[in-house]
């Protein structure tokens, strides 16, 4: 260590020194406070006050970070909840279009526009599901780096390998016996030689139109009551009264612990419903369970017994496990009708018999007699002397009219029904869109891999709007996410749909006194179906009051943009309130710091002339 040598006088120069440097230092300090507008360049700068900046500056750059996000979220849902509006907004005109068309439904050109327009307007929701903002696509759920849904050609034609809308809508269709031979909705009207017709539904497995107890589960009419204005003439008498067949499941492999087996139960107006059960090796105490059994057998048992004294119409799930449901006895209703032989019919008499559909809706075909007949109406039946010949008389009548339902009301009741399953179907094997089993009768235990799958996005969470999430400040994150497949969006795209993929053979005015017999016949026919389709639609298209409509969706997202926009607005808020005291922590004020910058300046030059000054004084200068 060197120890300088200290000299008479070096205190006072080393202390001048140590003065200059540090008015020096101050000068230059201020200097860049005026530069930067800063009180420092470093928190540490700050003194005591560097906390509260510290602690500020963090806040804003999470309120920066939630002001991102919620631009890009208010985005999306406008153009998300703008595109539902648009399509509520279709769904209404198409409704009060069917409503307008249904008063003029002989226009020759009435039937063909609305297939016309329904198609345009299948191809518009698929563009507009199909929505994609800054490349994610909205209606995806968490699934957004691909397009939420198949092209509205895939969705009515197939892909080629997998079948579409149109060909469901054609094998319900022929299983409900409203197209093919007979035709008759699967009633059987068997030609009679006696005073006596019947009409039943079809027999198990080997009666008429070979129909399988899970058919008549299933599918085609079901005869309710036939009554007659006049009964001494026209007797009507219950021979068989309905009685649904027993059901046993079972599964080709045993069951795992949260398999699930996708039920059909039928209701009392005749209606279907869904009803999903998951197999556990021990119950949990949630609803819709079934223990799994000690084999395959014991566990379609079990499941069985939890289904209760719900009416089974089919089953279905993954394979395995494969489920497997097996339809045995009941009895098929039937009734007579007998011409007396002793009170003869009168001109005017009239038969009234009541359908039911699986749509859970009824129809009533009424049969009139007369004494005399154009034969244009194929509800009426002419009275004969011998009871036989009217008995025949009524049996083609029954038969005809029958045949004419199946072709309208009970034809237009199975494209609606095809066109919910094929849109309630999902990319999971257990919830693929239901198929007729055409080989053994009723629906397809394991039709996975058969249909189009016309959602593709994700569809895991329960709640829709929980698939996209934005975080608008510490404590508070808003679901902003969507599916194509929700329930508002999803029955009016069946409805749509259903519209699109039903073609009309005939558009002639059945009115039309040019026509033929045949002609006029298939007119009237087309123009009865137009009108059950279009009734039907529009009931799908009209969301009930508690059930969830595209607009209901759309107003979700406008709720949850209303709850962004107020967010962003208490942030902005806070933001300046924080910037506030980050300028009285950070930031200088000019007017004061050029003051003091002013005074340090005048000070150190003055120190400069002083030191200056004494720098040159000696002992000669002093004295003169």
């Not at 009234?352 to 005399?372: C, N, S």
Request: charge should be neutral; aromatic fraction near 4%.
């Amino acid at each position: 260590m060197t120890i300088t040598p200290f000299a008479a006088g070096s205190y006072n120069t080393t202390l001048n020194t140590q003065r200059l440097l540090a008015t020096k230092e101050k000068l230059d300090g201020l200097t860049t406070q005026l530069s930067t507008g800063r009180v420092a360049e470093t928190y540490g700068g700050l003194g005591a006050a560097r906390t509260t900046s510290l602690t500020a500056h963090a806040q804003v750059a999470r309120l920066d970070g939630y002001a991102a996000s919620i631009t890009g979220a208010l985005n999306r849902i406008t153009l998300g909840s703008a595109s539902l509006q648009n399509l509520s907004k279709v769904t209404s005109t198409t409704v009060s279009t069917i409503a307008t068309g249904l008063t003029n439904t002989s226009s020759s050109s009435a039937r063909d526009t609305t297939r016309t327009t329904a198609a345009a307007n299948l191809d518009l929701f698929v563009d507009t599901l199909n929505q994609n903002y800054a490349g994610t696509y909205i209606f995806g759920g968490r699934a957004t780096d691909t397009p939420s849904v198949a092209s509205a050609d895939a969705i009515l034609n197939g892909d080629g390998t997998k079948a579409g809308l149109t060909a469901m809508i054609a094998e319900r269709k022929a299983a409900d016996g409203a197209t093919g031979s007979p035709g008759t909705g699967n009633l059987s009207i068997p030609a009679t030689t006696t005073a006596t017709v019947t009409i039943s539904e079809p027999a198990n497995v080997t009666g008429d139109n070979g129909k399988t107890a899970a058919d008549r589960a299933n599918f085609g009419f079901t005869l309710g009551t036939i009554t007659s204005s006049n009964p001494t003439a026209f007797s009507p008498t219950v021979a068989a009264a309905a009685a649904a067949p027993t059901v046993t499941l079972g599964f080709g492999t045993q069951p795992k612990d949260g398999d699930v087996v996708r039920v059909s139960v039928n209701q009392a107006d005749g209606s279907q419903t869904f009803v999903d059960y998951t197999a556990r090796t021990a119950t949990t105490g949630a609803t819709n369970e079934f223990v799994i059994g000690a084999n395959a057998a014991a566990s379609g048992a079990s499941l069985k017994t939890a289904l209760g004294t719900s009416q089974i119409a089919a089953a279905q799930s993954s394979s395995p496990p494969g489920v497997t449901a097996t339809f045995n006895g009941g009895t098929a209703a039937s009734t007579t009708l007998t011409v007396s032989s002793t009170t003869p019919p009168q001109n005017g008499d009239t038969i009234t018999v009541t359908l039911g559909l699986r749509d859970g809706t009824t129809t009533t075909l009424t049969l009139t007699a007369k004494t005399t007949t154009d034969g244009k109406d194929p509800s009426v039946f002419l009275i004969d002397a011998d009871p036989v010949v009217t008995a025949q008389n009524l049996q083609q009548a029954l038969f005809a009219t029958t045949k004419a339902s199946a072709g309208t009301t009970l034809s237009a009741s199975s494209a609606v029904l095809a066109a919910k399953d094929f849109f309630a179907g999902s990319k999971s094997d257990v919830f693929a869109p239901r198929r007729v089993d055409t080989a053994k009768g009723g629906f397809a235990s394991n039709p996975a891999g058969k249909t189009v799958i016309w959602y593709t996005g994700d569809e895991s969470l329960a709640d829709p709007r929980g698939t996209a999430t934005v975080q608008v400040s510490s404590g508070q994150s808003i679901g902003i996410g969507a599916q194509a497949n929700e329930t508002g969006i999803r029955n009016a795209l069946s409805g749509i749909a259903a519209l699109a993929s039903e073609g009309f053979a005939s558009t002639k005015d059945p009115n039309d006194a040019t026509l033929s017999a045949t002609d006029r016949t298939l007119a009237l026919s087309e123009r009865s179906r137009y009108t059950a389709l279009t009734d039907r639609v529009r009931s799908v298209l009209t969301p009930k009051q508690d059930d969830q409509g595209i607009a209901q969706v759309a107003t979700e997202l406008s709720l949850a943009s209303a709850q962004i926009t107020n967010a962003k607005a208490q942030n902005g808020a806070t933001r300046a309130q924080l910037q506030n005291t980050l300028d009285g922590t950070d930031t200088i004020s000019t007017e004061e710091v050029a003051a003091n910058l002013l005074a340090v300046q005048n000070q150190l030059q003055a120190s400069y002339q002083v030191t200056s000054m004494l720098s040159k004084l000696t002992l000669v200068n002093y004295m003169s």
